[in-house]
């Protein structure tokens, strides 16, 4: 709907336009990155090692913080922390000695899910922001 403006009104008319731009934006990419967050702690379950099951099972989303135009989620393993770091690089085993006996690799179920996480974050957010234009 168009509509007629003093020009002495025009600075104020535009940045009321973009505020509602940035508003619609911010919740958009807002939407997309809980969704990016499930789609995360689905691969990872995936791809994880499952001699028990309760490893992989253990994975969850967490929202961090959130503001009126960001927020940030991580994904995590609910009490198993440590155990992550051993699966995902490696560890001497317990009957091992030294780095070069008993050595367990590891099975890289983190990495290439975080990497493809931040290129699709990075080329989702360009298309939804195209799409406001």
Do not use: C
């Amino acid at each position: 709907m168009a509509q007629t403006i003093k020009i002495d009104q025009l600075a104020d008319t535009v940045m009321k336009g973009m505020e509602e731009y940035a508003k619609l934006a911010a919740e958009d990419l807002k939407k997309d990155v809980q969704k990016a967050g499930k789609t995360v702690k689905q691969q990872i379950e995936s791809t994880a090692p499952k001699k028990t099951g309760k490893y992989s099972k253990s994975w969850a989303v967490k929202k961090v913080s959130e503001t009126s135009n960001s927020l940030e989620v991580t994904v995590h393993s609910r009490n198993r922390y440590m155990l992550t770091h051993l699966l995902e690089n490696g560890h001497v085993s317990r009957n091992g000695t030294g780095r070069t006996l008993g050595n367990v690799p590891g099975h890289t179920h983190i990495q290439p899910v975080a990497e493809w996480a931040e290129n699709e974050a990075f080329e989702r957010a360009v298309q939804l922001l195209e799409k406001r234009v």
